[in-house]
Structures are given as C-alpha cells and as structure tokens.
C-alpha cells in the first residue's frame, strides 16, 4: 500500500538554526499538509499546499515557516530560524482529490531545539 | 469554527472489556467526523469516518462509531478489546460540504489495556 515518507525521523538542531523537514506524499495525490504535536499536546494544522500554492494557514504558520514543493515528489517544510517552541513531532499528510478530507499521514519527524 | 472535545486523556481496560472512547464536536455546518489510531512511533492511520448517510460507521479491526447529531458526539467503542489495540486515538472533525474541508485533531486519549 502506498504510504507517506518523512525523513529525518529525528532532527537535532540548535535555537536559531534553519532546519528543512521532507516529505514524500503518495504519488497520485494532490493535496499536502503539515501538522504537529507538541508533546502531550494536541495534533495541530499548520498548512495545507494545493495547486503549488498555500490553501489555507493556521496562524501557527507564520514568517518563520515556509512550504515548498521543489519538484513533482517532495515537498518540505523549512523552519528559518528554530526556537525552543518549536520542540515538536511534525506530520506530513497528503489526499486525493476525489477525498480529500481523508488524510493519509508519515510517520513523523521529532524536531528538537536546543 | 470547527473542534472537537475527547473526554479523557487516558482510558484502561482490561482485555476482553468493552472500549469506549468518548469525542463531543463543534461546527456550523454539517461536520464529516474521523477517527484516527497512531501506535507507538508511527503517523495516524484512519481508523473510520462519517460523512452522510447511515450514522453507525464501521471501521478497520472491530471498532466501529456513532454519528449522534442531537447529542454532537462521535463516540468510539469496540466490544472486545486487544492488547494490540493499545494506542492513541484521535478524534477529528472537519466541515464537510459547507466548511473547511480541513480536519481539526482533538487532544488524543491513549487506551491502556492490561491482561
């Protein structure tokens, strides 16, 4: 069964430092998403990306996130400059188009701020 | 604005016991309603949703929910549980045909079953 990718699994980097998560969706979908968890916390939505385009935002999603999808596999979710806060387990989703509302997520990346 | 509330961060069952896993909604519009499970080190998987039609939903390995609108809950149960059913479920709710099609995520509540 297809599946979403995430690479790292775990990501260490230190406060201030730009760190880029990846993320390959399942190949025939359309529609990508980010979310995260901080610990003990709920799941949260960052953004969703359509069409290479930003779809919708939450207002966690500020200057210092960015989405890209650089090419016709991945797509990535760039941090400019981590702080502590930013400590969090972040998920990948992407849907298809005839069901979007049915997210199909990777396994996660665990970011870390030191 | 859509959420949803899950009662409980943490439930414990012995195996065989009835699971229920509670989850009360919010949304203006006619909500589509999910229900995720994530085992230790691995994303959410779908477990089962609503969108229309019939209100009781099966899902994947026994567990099954209600859609009941005078009550906004989407509860989860499964008779009988297993040890393997020991996890993090996820309730969530999006806005269907006339909100956001976006799913919000609530806090999670972790199933503890025990021999």
């Known amino acids: 069964e297809p599946e979403v990718t995430q690479t790292p699994s775990h990501q260490v980097t230190q406060m201030g430092q730009e760190v880029i998560l990846r993320c390959v969706p399942i190949s025939n979908h359309l529609y990508f998403y980010w979310y995260r968890q901080i610990l003990g916390q709920k799941v949260e939505f960052l953004v969703s990306f359509y069409n290479n385009e930003i779809s919708e935002k939450s207002e966690i999603f500020d200057d210092q996130f960015s989405v890209e999808r650089p090419d016709g596999s991945n797509f990535t979710l760039k941090i400019r400059s981590t702080k502590l806060e930013d400590s969090a387990m972040y998920f990948c989703a992407s849907s298809e188009a005839m069901d979007r509302e049915t997210l199909h997520f990777g396994n996660g990346t665990r970011l870390t701020v030191t | 604005a859509q959420s949803v509330t899950q009662l409980g961060s943490h439930v414990s069952v012995s195996e065989g016991a009835l699971v229920l896993l509670r989850c009360n909604y919010s949304s203006s519009v006619p909500p589509y309603l999910f229900w995720y499970v994530q085992y230790p080190n691995q994303g959410l998987q779908l477990l089962l949703k609503?969108?229309?039609?019939?209100?009781l939903v099966k899902g994947i390995n026994g567990f099954e929910a209600e859609f009941k609108k005078s009550e906004t809950s989407f509860h989860l149960t499964k008779p009988s549980a297993h040890m393997s059913d020991a996890a993090e479920y996820f309730c969530a709710v999006s806005g269907g045909s006339g909100g956001s099609y976006i799913p919000t995520f609530g806090r999670g509540t972790s199933l503890i079953v025990h021999p």
């Open positions: 609503y969108t229309t039609g019939a209100t």
